[in-house]
C-alpha cells in the first residue's frame, strides 16, 4: 500500500500538469467492479447478449473509467477528502485489452476560497478520448497561522 | 420512446451501511489501493451506496426503459464531505427529464445522498443515452 501527503497548495500552478495515470482494462477488473459496485448489467459481463445489443462485446462500465480518473485526481492531492466535484462526458467504448490514460492541468486557482479547479481526459491506446469534457475542483483547508513569517 | 410522464418519478434507497470491507472491496476493483491512515471512501464509491436508485429506474416496469440499449453518457458530481466506515447513507433519485436528439433518447437521473442526521453527502447527475435499435 502507498501512503500519501497532502499536496501543498501554495505550489500548484495554472497550467500545470498532473502526473498521468495509465489503466490496463480486463475482463477481470470489469467483473471485480460488477461485484463491488451492484452494476451487473449484461452489457459488461455477458459477451453474447453485448453483441445482441448492438456492442462490439463486453464493454467497461463508464463509471470505471470515472474511477480512474478520480484516483489520477487523489493521488495528485493525496486526500480524498479534498476532492470537491468531478465530471465528465463517457465519449468513447472501453473494452477488456484497452489501456487508458488519465491527464489533467490546472486550469485556475483561486487563493482567496483555496480552490482549484483541473481540466481533465481520458483516453485510451490509440489516442482517442473516452472521456472528455472532464472537470474536477478540490478544495484546500484554510492555511494554518502558525505557518505565518516571524 | 419512454413516455414523459415518468418524469419527476423519485426513488429511494434503504440507508446503506458503509463498511471497512465495501470500500476496501471498491478500491480492489478499480485498483486504487493507497491508503491515508485513515480509511476515506474514493469520491466515485458514490456509485456503490447510491446504486440501488440506479437499479430501481432501470427496473421500473411502468417507466420501462430499454436498458438492453442503455449506456451511461455522463456523470457529474458534487462531494459536501467525505465517507467512511460506519457511514449510513440514504439517496434519492429522481428522473428529471427524458428527450430526444437524433436516434438516440437521453434520459437525466438527479442524484442526492445524505446521512443518518440528514446533513448532505453528494450530489450527483447521471445522463443515460438509449441508442434505439
Redesign the interface.
Request: aromatic share 12%.
Given at each position: 500500500?502507498?501512503?500519501?501527503s497532502t499536496l501543498d497548495f501554495e505550489r500548484i500552478s495554472t497550467g500545470q500538469a498532473l502526473p498521468s495515470l495509465t489503466?490496463h482494462v480486463t475482463v477481470d477488473?470489469i467483473r471485480?467492479?460488477a461485484?463491488?459496485?451492484?452494476?451487473r448489467?449484461p452489457?459488461h459481463l455477458d459477451e453474447t447478449?453485448a453483441r445482441?445489443?448492438?456492442l462490439p462485446g463486453v464493454?467497461a462500465?463508464?463509471?470505471?473509467t470515472?474511477?480512474?480518473a478520480?484516483?489520477m485526481l487523489?493521488?495528485w492531492l493525496g486526500?480524498?477528502?479534498l476532492?470537491?466535484?468531478?465530471?465528465?462526458?463517457?465519449a468513447g467504448?472501453v473494452v477488456p485489452g484497452d489501456a487508458v490514460t488519465c491527464s489533467g492541468s490546472v486550469a485556475s486557482k483561486d487563493d482567496e476560497t483555496r480552490r482549484v479547479m483541473i481540466n481533465l481526459v481520458v483516453t485510451n491506446q490509440r489516442g482517442e478520448r473516452v472521456l472528455n469534457?472532464g472537470v474536477a475542483e478540490a478544495e484546500f483547508p484554510p492555511q494554518r497561522s502558525n505557518t505565518h513569517a516571524a | 420512446m419512454t413516455d414523459p410522464r415518468w418524469v419527476g418519478r423519485s426513488y429511494e434507497t434503504a440507508p446503506y451501511q458503509v463498511t471497512q470491507q465495501?470500500i476496501r472491496?471498491?478500491m480492489?476493483?478499480?485498483?486504487?489501493?493507497?491508503?491515508?491512515?485513515e480509511l476515506?471512501?474514493?469520491?466515485?464509491y458514490a456509485?456503490?451506496y447510491g446504486?440501488?436508485a440506479?437499479?430501481q429506474l432501470?427496473t421500473d416496469q411502468e417507466v420501462a426503459l430499454d436498458?438492453?440499449?442503455?449506456?451511461?453518457?455522463?456523470?457529474?458530481?458534487?462531494?459536501q464531505?467525505?465517507v467512511r466506515p460506519g457511514d449510513q447513507i440514504r439517496t434519492t433519485g429522481r428522473l428529471i427529464a427524458i428527450s430526444n436528439r437524433g436516434d438516440m433518447e437521453l434520459v437525466t437521473f438527479e442524484l442526492s445522498a445524505r446521512d443518518a442526521e440528514d446533513r448532505p453527502v453528494s450530489d450527483g447527475t447521471a445522463l443515460f443515452i438509449i441508442?434505439k435499435?
Open positions: 500500500m502507498k501512503t500519501m489503466k477488473q471485480q467492479y461485484e463491488a459496485s451492484g452494476d448489467n452489457i447478449f445482441s445489443a448492438g464493454i462500465h463508464g463509471m470505471l470515472m474511477a480512474f478520480n484516483q487523489t493521488d486526500d480524498r477528502s476532492l470537491k466535484r468531478l465530471q465528465g462526458r463517457f467504448m469534457k | 465495501s472491496d471498491y480492489t476493483a478499480v485498483g486504487d489501493l493507497r491508503e491515508d491512515g476515506i471512501a474514493p469520491p466515485t456509485m456503490v446504486f440501488d440506479y437499479w432501470w436498458v438492453a440499449h442503455l449506456v451511461h453518457g455522463e456523470q457529474r458530481f458534487t462531494f464531505r467525505p441508442r435499435p
